[in-house]
C-alpha cells in the first residue's frame, strides 16, 4: 500500500473525528479509508485512533503521527512544485565530468556562456580521466576525448574530432635528431598516455596507408599535461590532441614530428547514462554543447593535420 496515502488518509479522518466524513471528501469507500488507516497502524505498530460508535480520537501517538504527517505531505508538495517549476523553467546543479586540459580551456568558455543563459543553473565541473563510473560519482553527463567508448551502458552524444599530433621540444630534437620514419621511434624516449595507448602501441595515418608501431619510453601517464610538460622539458616525444598543445607550437615551444603522419584522432562525446531519465536543465546543456558542434573550432578540423605539416615545412 502507497504510504504517503495512508498517511493522507489517517490526516483527513483526524481532522474530520469522521471516518464517514473523510471518505465522502477523499472520494472512497468508508471501508477502504479504514483499511487505509489499520494498514498505518500495523505498519508504525501503535494505534494512532480512538473509536466509538459516536466519534473518532487521536492517542499520544497519532497527535505525533498527525503533526510529523502534516509536515511530510508539505514537503512533498514543494517537491512537486518544484519539478512543475524546473520544467518551466530549469534550475538546480549539473554535475559535469571532463578531462582536466579539455575543461579548462575549452568547455569552461562555453559553460560561462551557458550559464549567462540560464542564471538558475550552476554547473559543477569534475575531473573525469576517462574512466570515471557516472552513477557513482553522481556525475549528469561526462566529456569523453577517446579513439572510442568501450563502455556500452552509456548513451553517448558525438559532439566533434579532436585530431592529435607528434611533438617533442627542440631542444630534444636537437640533441636525439628527429625521427625520419615510424620505426626510428622504437630508438625515442616516447611518453605514452597509458588511458589513449594501453599497450603502447601509436597509431598513423601515413601517405601510403595506415600504420602502427609500438613504442616506450620512461613516463607515461594517465594525465595528458603530464606527459606534455615532460615533453616541453625535452625528456621525449609525446602525442596530444592539437588543441592541447597549439599555442606551444605557435610559440616554438614544441615542434612537430613525423609531420607526413597523422596521429588517429580522438571522438570528442558527451556521455550520460538514460536519456529518459535527464532532467530538463540537463537535456538543454547537452543540446547547447550539439548546437556549438555543429560549427567545429579551428583546432577540431580534420584536416588540420595537413595545414601543421604544411607550416613545418614551409616555417610559417
Not at 508538495?77 to 549539473?94: L, Y
Not at 570515471?132 to 558525438?158: F, H, M, T
Request: aromatic letters at 6%; charged letters at 20%.
Amino acid at each position: 500500500m502507497d504510504r504517503l496515502r495512508a498517511i493522507q488518509v489517517f490526516i483527513e479522518v483526524a481532522r474530520d473525528g469522521s471516518f464517514t466524513g473523510a471518505a465522502r471528501r477523499l472520494g472512497m469507500s468508508k471501508a477502504s479509508v479504514t483499511k487505509h488507516v489499520a494498514w498505518l497502524e500495523h505498519t508504525l505498530r501503535a494505534r494512532l485512533l480512538n473509536r466509538t460508535t459516536k466519534q473518532v480520537g487521536l492517542t499520544e501517538a497519532g497527535l505525533t503521527a498527525l503533526k510529523s504527517g502534516k509536515l511530510l505531505l508539505e514537503r512533498y508538495e514543494g517537491i512537486e512544485a518544484d519539478v512543475r517549476d524546473s520544467i518551466r523553467e530549469p534550475r538546480g546543479v549539473i554535475r559535469v565530468g571532463t578531462p582536466p586540459s579539455f575543461g579548462t580551456h575549452h568547455l569552461v568558455p562555453l559553460v560561462t556562456e551557458f550559464a549567462a543563459r540560464h542564471p538558475d543553473i550552476q554547473i559543477a565541473l569534475l575531473l573525469d580521466d576517462g574512466t570515471a563510473n557516472l552513477i557513482a560519482q553522481g556525475l549528469d553527463l561526462s566529456v569523453r576525448i577517446a579513439p572510442a567508448l568501450e563502455d556500452a551502458s552509456y548513451i553517448a552524444q558525438p559532439l566533434t574530432k579532436a585530431p592529435q599530433v607528434l611533438v617533442a621540444s627542440p631542444a630534444y630534437l636537437e640533441k636525439h635528431g628527429a625521427p625520419q620514419s615510424l620505426a626510428e621511434l622504437a630508438r625515442h624516449n616516447c611518453l605514452v598516455h597509458s588511458l589513449k595507448s594501453p599497450t603502447g602501441i601509436w597509431r598513423f595515418t601515413g601517405p601510403a596507408d595506415e600504420a602502427s608501431i609500438r613504442v616506450r619510453g620512461s613516463i607515461c601517464s594517465n594525465f595528458g599535461e603530464a606527459l606534455k610538460h615532460a615533453a616541453l622539458l625535452g625528456h621525449g616525444i609525446s602525442m596530444h590532441p592539437y588543441y592541447m598543445v597549439s599555442e606551444d607550437l605557435a610559440a616554438g615551444r614544441l615542434a612537430v614530428v613525423l609531420p607526413q603522419y597523422d596521429p588517429v584522432g580522438l571522438d570528442i562525446c558527451v556521455i550520460f547514462s538514460s536519456r529518459q531519465s535527464l532532467p530538463v536543465r540537463v537535456r538543454k546543456f547537452v543540446e547547447f554543447l550539439k548546437d556549438w558542434a555543429k560549427t567545429p573550432p579551428e583546432w577540431a578540423i580534420p584536416a588540420c593535420g595537413w595545414r601543421i605539416r604544411n607550416q613545418a615545412a614551409t616555417g610559417i
